[in-house]
């Protein structure tokens, strides 16, 4: 069992004395000054399994545990990921690592293996990976198509309430904008979302449905109180201009101004290649309609601009430093875990935030680049108390041993302590072999 490099005192106050914090996720009456990156020491004292006050270092004389300088981070929210799908490579491998390899191969193993047993395991296995690497909070994507429907969503409850405590699980419809206008599809899946608690989403691409599929969704949407969460132009054709539809949809039924949650829109890929006066509109627009945006840098850069014998060129992220610079909303999440839209991952947040710094140039300065796994998608997604170490927030916490972002981006930081409610975790992974039985 592992429960990190840090020992932590068996009492019920105490600090955590002489960390490095991100003053952009513990600025809260903490009266801490940051330096050029960004950072700041503090002493962080808890108390009864929650967060007492955030101090600079010596301000307070509890029994304090030394971190020498050691970052700490609140617990991370995921807020785009395929817990449905997660794990399937070992049986059902991308033959060609393209995007409709990955669509074709998904769909033959969903016909032929999604059980709710199935799920279940694959499913428990990512949250295992997701708690040990320290996130508290997850949104993921259910296919939501004929039968699937009724296996996936009763048991993404069942699993929610298991993990309640643990893991702050919401969920989000997903099917083809073609299949969202089929007569009936839209009302049976409302009814399924407030039996079950999820929100409604589907993929959008140019299709001549898209239109009526947006005035459809949207509608549906507002009639029954539901979050909207859509998958956008996962594409490197600069032709797709979903988002800029979606954009205009949100402001034609006045979706932020009547008090709705913000409209998530993930991936928005082909926004990037599209020439920039067009580009500048669209996100003019999306800033305009309240939409909130998340990229799945690692997913997108396996997915896209992908062809047999040829480098690369193109990264398939979206214009996040533009979108930003708009005050919109951004984001960064793992996406696909072990199945064909990517064949790596393991839900740890750090690796997708060191990974987006790369990809992204999140970076000279930081600024408020770590939000994007924070406390943005806290707020956008309605995780209430996450994202930020402030006094009253649950003492859930990840420490590690970098004391710098270059320190802490350079190492994967496999020997992290995380802490919930105050007390250190078991942060060993599970064994593969847990799931062998699925394909054995």
């Given at each position: 069992?592992?429960?990190?490099?840090?020992?932590?005192?068996?009492?019920?106050?105490?600090?955590?004395?002489?960390?490095?914090?991100?003053?952009?996720?513990?600025?809260?009456?903490?009266?801490?000054?940051?330096?050029?990156?960004?950072?700041?020491?503090?002493?962080?004292?808890?108390?009864?399994?929650?967060?007492?006050?955030?101090?600079?270092?010596?301000?307070?004389?509890?029994?304090?545990?030394?971190?020498?300088?050691?970052?700490?981070?609140?617990?991370?929210?995921?807020?785009?990921?395929?817990?449905?799908?997660?794990?399937?490579?070992?049986?059902?491998?991308?033959?060609?690592?393209?995007?409709?390899?990955?669509?074709?191969?998904?769909?033959?193993?969903?016909?032929?293996?999604?059980?709710?047993?199935?799920?279940?395991a694959r499913m428990t296995f990512a949250l295992k990976s997701a708690h040990a690497h320290g996130t508290v909070a997850i949104r993921t994507h259910i296919d939501s198509?004929?039968?699937?429907?009724?296996?996936?969503?009763?048991?993404?409850?069942?699993?929610?309430?298991?993990?309640?405590?643990?893991?702050?699980?919401?969920?989000?419809?997903?099917?083809?904008?073609?299949?969202?206008?089929?007569?009936?599809?839209?009302?049976?899946?409302?009814?399924?979302?407030?039996?079950?608690?999820?929100?409604?989403?589907?993929?959008?691409?140019?299709?001549?449905?898209?239109?009526?599929?947006?005035?459809?969704?949207?509608?549906?949407?507002?009639?029954?109180?539901?979050?909207?969460?859509?998958?956008?132009?996962?594409?490197?054709?600069?032709?797709?201009?979903?988002l800029r539809l979606i954009a205009e949809a949100a402001i034609r039924f006045g979706w932020q101004q009547n008090g709705n949650g913000r409209i998530v829109v993930g991936h928005c890929c082909s926004v990037a290649v599209q020439p920039e006066e067009e580009a500048a509109r669209t996100l003019d627009l999306v800033a305009e309609a309240g939409l909130a945006v998340v990229s799945l840098p690692m997913c997108n850069m396996y997915l896209q601009d992908r062809q047999a014998g040829r480098t690369p060129r193109r990264r398939g992220v979206t214009l996040l430093h533009e979108m930003k610079a708009r005050g919109i909303p951004v984001m960064v999440s793992s996406d696909n875990t072990r199945d064909p839209f990517y064949?790596?991952?393991?839900?740890?947040?750090?690796?997708?935030?060191?990974?987006?710094?790369?990809?992204?140039?999140?970076?000279?300065?930081?600024?408020?680049?770590?939000m994007t796994v924070t406390g943005t998608p806290a707020a956008v997604c309605g995780f209430e108390g996450r994202g930020a170490i402030r006094a009253g927030a649950p003492a859930d916490l990840v420490v590690f041993r970098g004391?710098?972002?270059?320190?802490?981006?350079?190492?994967?930081?496999t020997d992290r302590t995380v802490i919930r409610a105050g007390r250190a975790i078991d942060t060993s992974l599970p064994d593969y072999r847990e799931l062998d039985h699925l394909w054995s």
């Open positions: 069992m592992g429960f990190g490099y840090v020992a932590l005192p068996p009492v019920e106050r105490y600090r955590l004395a002489n960390a490095t914090v991100p003053v952009i996720l513990a600025k809260e009456g903490s009266g801490l000054a940051g330096n050029g990156d960004g950072l700041a020491r503090a002493d962080i004292v808890i108390a009864s399994g929650r967060v007492e006050a955030v101090t600079p270092p010596g301000a307070t004389t509890v029994e304090a545990v030394d971190l020498d300088g050691a970052m700490v981070f609140p617990g991370f929210v995921d807020a785009h990921t395929h817990l449905d799908k997660g794990h399937i490579w070992p049986r059902a491998a991308n033959p060609d690592g393209t995007f409709p390899g990955a669509l074709a191969t998904v769909a033959a193993d969903r016909a032929a293996n999604w059980s709710a047993v199935d799920i279940r198509i004929a039968d699937q429907i009724d296996i996936s969503w009763p048991l993404l409850a069942e699993v929610r309430e298991e993990w309640r405590g643990r893991i702050d699980l919401q969920g989000s419809s997903l099917c083809g904008i073609d299949i969202a206008v089929e007569p009936g599809y839209l009302d049976r899946m409302a009814g399924v979302l407030t039996r079950h608690g999820g929100g409604l989403g589907c993929v959008t691409y140019m299709s001549p449905n898209l239109p009526g599929g947006l005035e459809a969704v949207f509608r549906t949407a507002l009639d029954n109180g539901l979050p909207l969460d859509f998958h956008v132009d996962e594409t490197m054709d600069p032709t797709a201009h979903s064949a790596y991952g393991d839900l740890d947040m750090l690796e997708v935030y060191r990974e987006a710094t790369r990809i992204l140039h999140f970076d000279h300065p930081v600024a408020d680049w770590p004391r710098t972002w270059t320190e802490l981006l350079s190492r994967p930081e």
